[in-house]
């Protein structure tokens, strides 16, 4: 069974900075095309995509963020690290980690598997003073 | 940037009935490109749909995805009392790499 567990400070003041780490049980780092995504969603509102890295270590980041994230991974632990700078109380949000995985049970690319499964139960991060 | 709408905000049905959910890209994107996921309170979303039509492992057949080009929908034959959550469409390959809908709430009636 593939699981992915978020952990990190529940709580930071506006200007620090925010990491977060993605630990995969079931799922290796190693694997050919295994990636892993970070996606926020603040109390109440919508899912918003932050930052892909991807099995061979390429890396992208949301346009309106990409100043402030850095994303990791290391692969001996089976862990993918996500750094945010300059934290603002509008990041509040729960943070959550995805297996990125855009191949079919044959081990065929398929387009259509760009998405995001099975995702972490999230970690809820507040930023307040 | 495409941009993804869903319609309506909030669907009020009762068990037993049939929900359309809407999701409306700004620009032309590959049925390819375009995933449904589902939420309920205090769960991390679950994949239902990818490819637009393509239900994912273990999703029942009352799911439902269809659509192309801009306009994708989103059924459910007959809704069952685990069914009512809120509903988030994503599409991948325009910048953003990843963007969701702002999601439509389906309660009960």
């Known amino acids: 069974q593939i699981t992915l567990k978020e952990s990190g400070p529940a709580l930071v003041k506006p200007t620090q900075t925010l990491t977060l780490t993605c630990t995969l049980s079931?799922?290796?780092?190693?694997?050919?095309?295994?990636?892993v995504g970070w996606i926020r969603q603040p109390p109440g509102k919508a899912l918003e995509w932050l930052a892909l890295i991807s099995w061979d270590d390429e890396k992208r980041y949301s346009p309106s963020l990409q100043n402030r994230l850095t994303i990791t991974k290391d692969t001996s632990k089976d862990q993918v690290v996500l750094t945010m700078t300059n934290m603002d109380p509008v990041d509040t949000a729960t943070y959550y980690c995805?297996?990125?995985?855009?191949?079919?049970?044959?081990?065929?690319?398929?387009?259509?598997?760009?998405?995001?499964?099975?995702w972490g139960q999230g970690t809820l991060v507040t930023v307040s003073s | 940037e495409i941009v993804l709408t869903q319609s309506p905000g909030t669907l009020s049905l009762s068990p037993g009935e049939r929900a359309t959910l809407s999701c409306r890209a700004s620009q032309s994107i590959s049925s390819s490109y375009l995933a449904w996921y589902q939420q309920k309170p205090g769960q991390a979303p679950r994949l239902l749909i990818y490819?637009?039509?393509s239900r994912a492992t273990g999703i029942p057949d009352r799911f439902s995805g269809s659509g192309s080009g801009t306009e994708f929908t989103l059924s459910i034959s007959r809704l069952e009392p685990e069914d009512f959550a809120v509903y988030y469409c994503?599409?991948?390959?325009?910048?953003?790499?990843?963007?969701f809908g702002p999601g439509t709430k389906v309660d009960v009636k």
């Open positions: 994503q599409q991948y390959g325009s910048s953003p790499l990843f963007s």
């Open positions: 079931g799922l290796s780092l190693s694997t050919s095309g295994v990636g």
């Open positions: 490819g637009a039509s």
């Open positions: 995805a297996r990125h995985f855009p191949y079919d049970s044959r081990g065929y690319f398929s387009d259509s598997l760009n998405l995001f499964d099975p």
